[in-house]
């Protein structure tokens, strides 16, 4: 059996892999094994936001104060921002599926775009809380008794959304794949199984944002 | 390989419309921060959440045209998270109740 396969093009479509006889059978199956993996993930973020539940009942006050020192605009605009995103790849997919070669490259692009400049106001704000001491450790500038659970709030805060960033960057890896294989025509339609799976997990990602934005900077 | 009838193009209105509809909800959840609502705040934006999360699941994610499997798989991991955070919070808001055994 060779292990050399020829290139597919958009006339000349791969066959199924075995042991699929039909691409529709191998899609449906990819896209099962994609929700499979995001079940997983929700239980890794759940797990976080199970910790936070718990310390957020059991220190309110001070989760409210600390809550209070993020930048609530600044959450808003990126949440704004990644719901863009989603929309990019939600168009970029129904390209991809119509035969759109070039459109779906250029919403590929402009998801990309959408997810650095979220990563950037990130980081701005990473830095805002370098600066005005809170980050959890020898350096933390709290006053009161209140102090510890303040500093476990931003700890929370940090591996959420840290976890979060990482995330987005694995996606935009990925979304770049995508991008550069729609641009050479390697998504074919009408199952671009690829970009399918990778839209799943960009739009998980925005789901996992869409809760952390007002469970840690809404705290009322 | 399947033949893909071209009468039958998907249209896009839906992710246009779900897209309007989540900005919407995501200034209306910055906006209900400024009404005080006591514990019913915290209460409004999971709710708020949890449609906008709904919305990417069902029609971003294309879960309403999924197959039976792909039901079973999120439902199930929800009611799996949601037993986790159940499970969790319920011992710790009983704690002041009862008091812990052996305390």
Redesign the interface.
Known sequence: MSLAKPRATPEH?AAPARPFD???HEH?TS??GM??F??TE??LF??L??AY??YR??YGAAFREASAHLN?EMG?LN??IL??S??M???AL?AA??GGRRSTAVFLALTLLLGTLFLVLKGSEYYGHFREGLMPGAGFAWEGEQRRAAELFYMLYYIMTGLHALHMVIGLGLIALMAIGAWRGRLT???PTALEVT??YW??V??VW??I???LY??? | ??E?SPSH??S?TP??L??GA??VL??L??GV?LV??GPF??VV??A??TV??AL??L???HARR??A??WL??V???A??LG??LG??DD??TRTWIGVPGK
Do not use: C, E
Request: proline share 4%; charged share 5%; net charge neutral.
């Open positions: 479509p039909h691409h529709a449906a896209v099962l929700w499979v995001l079940s929700l239980l759940g797990g936001f199970t539940a718990v009942y059991l609530a808003a949440t704004g719901i863009l989603s929309l790849v939600a168009l129904h599926q119509t339609a009408p199952h839209g799943l739009h998980f925005d789901v869409v809760f934005f007002p469970l809404l705290i009322h | 390989m399947s893909h193009t998907p896009r992710y246009f779900v897209a989540l900005l995501t200034a959840t910055y921060t005080d609502l705040n915290t934006a999971l708020i959440a906008k999360a990417i699941v029609v971003f994610m999924s197959s499997l792909t798989v999120i199930v991991s929800v799996m998270l986790l955070m969790t919070l710790y808001v």
